[in-house]
């Protein structure tokens, strides 16, 4: 007699209906476009991240499938964390302004644990 699983998995071992992969932290920071010469939060600031990606408010309009690179403030006083994805999804809040969810090329927990060191745990929210 052997063991079954009881919940239904998909191809890549997650429960079904299941996303995320990374718990999702809250993070209220100054953000601006990588080689922008406008300040921090002038433009764009993040709302939220986990260890796949982030989600911004920005009045800049976004296409899934565009690439952003952007430079996140902290409060520590170093260099700002800069962070490269593909724009995984968009939506419109108000007529100039937008959530935007950036999926990283690849994670980095060296500049992810910087930001931890700032944010709080958030429940239900959209990755």
């Not at 009045?59 to 499938?65: G, I, S």
């Not at 690439?67 to 996140?72: D, G, K, P, W, Y």
């Amino acid at each position: 007699m052997g063991f079954e699983n009881s919940k239904k998995e998909n191809a890549q071992g997650y429960e079904a209906g299941e996303r995320r992969l990374f718990e999702r932290l809250s993070a209220k920071f100054p953000t601006r476009f990588k080689d922008s010469s406008r300040d921090y939060g002038v433009d764009v600031f993040l709302r939220d991240f986990s260890g796949s990606g982030v989600r911004v408010h920005t009045h800049e309009r976004y296409f899934v499938d565009d690439m952003l690179a952007i430079e996140v403030e902290l409060p520590d006083g170093k260099d700002p964390v800069a962070l490269n994805g593909r724009v995984c999804w968009a939506s419109s809040q108000a007529p100039s302004l937008w959530n935007v969810g950036i999926e990283f090329h690849k994670v980095n927990l060296f500049k992810l644990h910087r930001l931890v060191e700032f944010s709080s745990k958030v429940e239900g929210v959209r990755a």
